[in-house]
């Protein structure tokens, strides 16, 4: 079977454990894990088109998540509107922030694109925490009773889980689509070496751009589904570091630059992170996140690729103990 | 005369800011690393003097190079356990190793200081200088004074010794620095403490004056990033001009546009830095 064969036939069997899931664990607690899994698995999908299939490593994504999680609020509070009608805008302001971003780093080196993604990040946090028209530190709140359908608003999880469920088929199709299209050759080329991508000419700077656009306009329906479901955004929840943390470690520990790798990093991460939170409740989190610089940081140094790729090498060294690096290489 | 005051006491943080930031872009031009954990090392610092001071009751001069000290092999410690495996691999690899340390460090001092905000006694260094109307608290200065020196001996230590050579032949070429016997690998170990180092005493200067708190890092490495970028990569001289330049641009904006903008207009001139001038001020291109 080919690569791509047995990737439909993975997607199949995973898509249909999916969507069965709430059907065999049919309980508040767990439905409401599974869309807070769909969830992060989209974030993080939407992170690994810059940072993964391009190699452009943003730490400041939640800039784009906030944006994404604000707008609907917003235009709920200001003008009564069904939140679903912010996600265009908070779409739009996310690809303005990733152009100005975007444009003058790519000249650069990758480590500016980093410095400026997190720079970016912090200064949108500090000014939504002080501006009063976005809520200022308190934040903003959704409709606390459904109006209409419009308004999205369920009490149970299990219909978010599907509206997640169907938002992450599409990302992870797209991404398929444009991982064995050009983009992907161009955005493999870029990132196992600019200069001489650029010599065969990539136009580098271009589908660096568009893979940072991309994934900014998803990170924003992210942070958007998000707000749908919680009904309400402060700006540590939108824009803090963690939010953009918890994007790189979902996509990290699964496998950057493949296409289940962030999905697979949900699977393992939500439910350990629902675990430890009310096994210390409350003062777990900082526990949590002790744990999680010590997982990003172990999988830097000892597997950069993720659990993936760790599988493959382990897989391909059993088969073939004296090429299984080189024939995983190509 | 109120312009002068923030003016001063702006030109005095700057110098702080100019040593930490000598660290990060000495790091940076040498390896082409950057380490986001760096302004963790600012706030070990700052933890390393609130120990000293609460249980040993040393002063400035005890805690100061303490820190240094603690700090400088902390260095050695991650560019041996972490940086040199990571260095060669891919850029992923090198971000996220120290942006997993920064997030380590950061929680790890939240779970054993938790997130209160902790102040030194304000007569550990006692008094305020009055010079024709404008007040300088000593902290300030003993601090500001102190950096700048402190920035001007790495600079030298780097333009006249032998080690300072043999680092920026590491910096300039690797391969050919090992055919004159250098050994690249005990250069950049050790640029690695000089860089920490300089953190924490920095951080331990700071902590005479400064609010110390776990999360203090965040800001103070992202202020480092800014006077990197605007000194130019890998520049000491330039970290030091724009550290200065940076501390002016911040008392001035806290001044104008209130204090919780200060770091905003700074942020906002990172990006503004890489749109106009992105080799920075004394940077190749």
Sequence with gaps: MTTARMKVAAAAVVLAALAAYPWVFA??????????????AIAASAWNIVGGYAGQVSVGHAMFFGAGAYAPLLVYTHWQWAPVAGI????????AIAVVIGLPSFRLRGHYFSMATIAAAELIRIVVSNWAFVGAAIGLMGPPVPRTWLDLSFRSSVPYYYIFLAVLVGLLGLTFMLERGRSGYYWRAIKSG??????????????????????AAFTSLAGSLYALMVGFVDPESGFGILASVEMIITAALGGVGTLFGPLLGAVILVPLKTATNSLFGGGGSGLT????????????RFAPGGLLELWHRLAAGARRPSSGKARHAA | MTILQIVISGLL????????????????????VINFAHGEFVMIGMYVAFL??????????????AAAALLFLLGVGVYFS?????????????????????????????????????????????????????YIGMPQLVAGVAALILTLAMHLMLTRTTIGSQLLAVAEDRQAAMLMGIRPDRMQAFAWGLSAAGAGIAGALIATFYYIVPTVGESLALTAFVVVAFGGFGSVPGALIAGLVIGVIQSLSAYVFGPVYKDVVVYALFVVILWVRPQGLLGRA
Aim: aromatic share 12%; glycine share 12%; hydrophobic share 55%.
């Design chain 1, 88 to 95: 265009p805008l908070g779409i739009a302001v996310s690809l």
């Design chain 2, 13 to 32: 943080l700057g110098a702080v800011y100019a040593l930490f930031s000598a660290g990060l872009t000495l790091i940076w031009g040498m390896m082409d």
């Design chain 1, 194 to 215: 600019e200069r001489a991508a650029r010599s065969l000419g990539v136009p580098v700077r271009r589908f660096k751009l568009y893979a940072l656009l991309l994934s």
């Design chain 1, 289 to 300: 996140y002790i744990l999680y610089g010590g997982i990003i940081l172990l999988l830097a």
């Design chain 1, 27 to 40: 309980n508040a607690f767990y439905e409401r894990m599974g869309a807070e899994l769909l969830l992060a």
């Design chain 2, 52 to 65: 000293i001071v609460t249980w040993a009751h040393g002063g400035p001069l005890v805690f100061g190079p």
């Design chain 2, 82 to 134: 972490l940086i040199r495996h990571v260095i060669r691999g891919p850029m992923i690899a090198q971000i996220l190793s120290t942006f997993g340390l920064a997030l380590l460090l950061r929680y790890l001092a939240f779970w054993l200081f938790t997130a209160n905000f902790k102040t030194l006694p304000e007569s550990l260094i006692p008094g305020t200088l009055d010079i024709g109307g404008i």
